[in-house]
């Protein structure tokens, strides 16, 4: 068999014949191994660098090589047969990142990508997504440091993204790194094909990329939003709620005062949207273009702390709805699985919120003390 006299590019071939693929798991589960993988693993210490780990060691000898490589790594389907007992009530139902590693030399870390290319999430589904992974993270490394019989096994989680995303808003809970850093990282050692399938991906990214472009950045309670902006810390523009600042739901928001506990869509540039508008106006609206006193900040913080100790109470303390739970645990297996999972949601939403309310409260006490 002898090769025809035409002589194709990678670049022709896409354009004449097969399409290229849009998939996201093609990249994070063939292109990015291609790349990341080259010469038997020994350049893998290339992405933990990018991921703010250099020194890392590997080898592709499976007798000695510490490490353990998955994308689309789904754990749920993984506890099977031996592994379940290790993994007892471990959660394995929350959301994996696209690619985990784990590296034992010189040191055990783990790793974890979530990775996008065409799809285009706001960075609040974005935060909201990896706060899911981050969760279960932590708890499988707490399981890996007992394993691997070390104090601590540290996470690296980042976000992967093409360059008109990475100024995506994260919070600043977790660093990005471009598919074009990936690229450059590895020009000189990984095969050629899966690099050009790569360049060819991004080279397209303008014609490929989902079209909807979300208009927020992030989303924020009122109260956030206002003391953010007399703070001068808040970092965005305009906000958004439907019908827009003459709309039913905002005068609603502001007659009742709900406004303070209500999550808004917020970004840094007003999307030109009409059910947009800028954060001053919406603060005037509200009656809060002033900065509040020390005494209202004071009866707005007591206020909230007792109905967190009420709420707190009837959740989570004696005779609890938890309690009552606990002793329909055979009822509630022929509950619609929707209705769990939705119950389910808002249960580790609520225990989120109260964790982070507990950080802010040892902050702001620590403050206090120090003068």
């Known amino acids: 068999m002898t090769r025809t006299q035409a002589i194709h590019s990678l670049t022709w071939l896409l354009d ?8 996201e798991r093609y990249y994070t589960g063939t292109v990015l191994p291609g790349i990341v993988c080259a010469d038997d693993m020994t350049h893998l210490h290339r992405l ?3 991921m703010g780990f250099p020194g890392v060691d590997v080898s592709g000898d499976p007798a000695d090589c510490g490490l353990v490589f998955f994308t689309e790594y789904g754990l749920a389907e993984s506890v ?8 007892e009530q ?5 959301d994996t990142p696209d690619v985990v590693f784990l590296t034992t030399q010189p040191t055990p870390v783990l790793f974890a990508l979530e990775a996008k290319l065409y799809d285009r999430p706001s960075g609040f589904d974005l935060r909201a997504q990896l706060d899911r ?5 932590a708890e499988l490394a707490s399981r890996l440091a007992g394993w691997l019989e070390v104090p601590t096994v540290p996470v690296a989680h980042c976000a992967l993204l093409p360059e008109p995303q990475a100024d995506v808003d994260l919070g600043g809970s977790y660093p990005v790194l471009t598919w074009r850093q990936l690229h450059a990282a590895y020009a000189d050692v990984a095969a050629a094909y899966w690099l050009a399938i790569l360049n060819e991906a991004l080279t397209r990214y303008d014609d490929l990329v989902t079209r909807f472009k979300p208009n927020d950045d992030a989303r924020l309670t009122g109260a956030d939003i206002a003391a953010g902006h007399h703070a001068g810390t808040l970092g965005y523009a305009a906000m958004g709620r439907t019908g827009g600042l003459t709309g039913s739901q905002i005068r609603i928001d502001i007659d009742s005062g709900a406004w303070h506990d209500v999550q808004y869509q917020v970004a840094r540039v007003h999307p030109g949207n009409r059910n947009w508008f800028t954060i001053a106006e919406f603060l005037e609206l509200a009656g809060m273009q002033s900065e509040p006193t020390p005494e209202e900040a004071h009866e707005r913080f007591t206020t909230a702390v007792a109905r967190a100790r009420s709420v707190g109470t009837r959740v989570f303390g004696d005779a609890s709805i938890l309690d009552q739970l606990d002793q329909g645990t055979e009822l509630l297996r022929a509950a619609p699985p929707a209705e769990l999972l939705r119950v389910a949601a808002l249960f580790e939403t609520a225990s989120d919120a109260a964790m982070e309310a507990r950080r802010g409260s040892d902050e702001l006490w620590i403050r206090l003390n120090q003068g």
């Open 16 to 23: 004449h014949t097969l399409p290229l693929n849009r998939k």
């Open 48 to 50: 933990a660098d990018l």
């Open 133 to 137: 992974q981050a969760g279960l993270l």
């Open 90 to 94: 471990l959660p394995t139902d929350r």
């Open 80 to 87: 099977f047969g031996p592994a379940r007992d290790r993994f």
